[in-house]
Nanobody, 124 residues
Framework: QVQLVESGGGLVQTGGSLRLSCAAS????????MGWFRQTPGREREFVAA????????NYAESVKGRFIISRDNAKNTVYLQMNSLKPEDTAVYYC?????????????????WGLGTQVTVSS
């Protein structure tokens, strides 16, 4: 089993930055594809970004491309999401996910493990 714990969320003004972290425990995720998703009340979980286990490939939603950067440190079993130029529409609970078969795409059904999420609020 893999446990994922997100941190780094909070309240920030429009145009500000936050860095989310996702620490994995229970098993190394160095061979797992990792992703970030977000969700607001009444809406489906939305793909944000994903990264391959080697970190050689990344994938972003169009809405965050050029503003967010996903990265990973396999030695620390941790994945990061650097969020810059934040907008009010980025407000959501952000979830980290791990795919044991190395999946690195946008379909949440293909991820096996999920964290409990961290709230990000961007004020206008």
């Amino acid at each position: 089993q893999v446990q994922l714990v997100e941190s780094g969320g909070g309240l920030v003004q429009t145009g500000g930055s936050l860095r989310l972290s996702c620490a994995a425990s229970g098993r190394t995720v160095s061979r797992y594809g990792m992703g970030w998703f977000r969700q607001t009340p009444g809406r489906e979980r939305e793909f944000v970004a994903a990264i391959s286990w080697t970190a050689s490939r990344t994938n972003y939603a169009e809405s965050v491309k050029g503003r967010f950067i996903i990265s990973r440190d396999n030695a620390k079993n941790t994945v990061y999401l650097q969020m810059n130029s934040l907008k009010p529409e980025d407000t959501a609970v952000y979830y980290c996910a791990a795919a044991s078969r190395g999946y690195e795409g946008s379909y949440y059904e293909n991820y096996d493990y999920w964290g409990l999420g961290t709230q990000v609020t961007v004020s206008s």
